[in-house]
Structures are given as C-alpha cells and as structure tokens.
C-alpha cells in the first residue's frame, strides 16, 4: 500500500493573518496606554503649578491683607518662569475682590479635565471650569 503524504512547508494564511491580528492590537493597547501615562503626567505637572500660584495667592494674601492688586505682583513671587503652563500657555490674575481670586490656566483639552477634578479637593477652590482648554478657578483665600 502506497501512501501519499502531502508535506506542509511553510505557513497558511490564516496564521498569518492571526499574526497580524494579534500585533495590531498589541500595538493599540501600546498606543493607548501611552497616550494616557503622557496626559496623566501632563496634568500632574499642570496641578503642580496650579497649586504653586495657590500657594503664592495666600502668601500675598497673608502679607497684603487679602489684596493682589496686579500680575506682576503674582509673577513675582510664583517666578515669571512658573506663569506658563507645560503646554506653554499663559496663566493670567483674573478679577480680584477682598478674598476671592479669579486665576486662567490655559492647558490642553485632555488634560483640563483632570486638573479640574484634582481641584475640588482643595476646600478653598470655590469653582474650577474647563472651557475649551482654559481652566478658571475661583479661589477664596479666606478659607
């Protein structure tokens, strides 16, 4: 009795396409997974600085008296440096009452969120928006 073994050399496109299949989504979750860690740590540096300015509003608000009267007294103490966001934004002293400080942070859209959300944690946020990347936050020094 003669057989005939019909000898498989090579690879069938199926597993070829299972292959692909595999790295591609390999490739996504690799895509994902960094466009994340790069927003998280773009809104961390954000919150940094954010709570600097935070910082230096209640210092002068404990030397002045609850006044700031300008941006140029602010950026003096934050350091002109620290009056740009990551993203290379401005940040910019808004309407000033007694104890209330009205601050913009201009950030990306990804990451205006996030800081936003890390924000009402501080009980002397009185409110922090996000419109269209610029963060406003409403602050009482009082608090």
């Keep these: 009795m003669k057989r ?17 299949a595999i790295a591609s989504m390999i490739v996504v979750m690799s895509i994902r997974y960094y466009q994340s860690a790069s927003n998280s740590q773009q809104a961390n540096a954000a919150l940094q600085q954010v709570q600097a300015v935070i910082a230096a509003m209640d210092n002068l608000g404990i030397a002045g008296g609850y006044n700031v009267a300008s ?26 009452t007694t104890s209330t400080y009205e601050v913009a942070f201009v950030l990306t ?26 963060l406003t936050l409403k602050y009482d020094a009082k608090l």
């Design 109 to 134: 859209p990804q990451t205006c969120p996030n800081v936003a959300a890390k924000l009402k944690a501080n009980p002397k946020s009185a409110a922090s928006v996000c419109s269209a990347g610029t």
């Design 4 to 20: 005939s073994i019909k000898s498989s050399i090579g690879v069938t496109l199926l597993e070829i396409m299972l292959v692909l």
């Design 71 to 96: 941006q140029s007294q602010l950026s003096a103490v934050v350091g002109s440096a620290n009056m740009i966001t990551p993203n290379k934004g401005a940040i910019t002293l808004g309407t000033v």
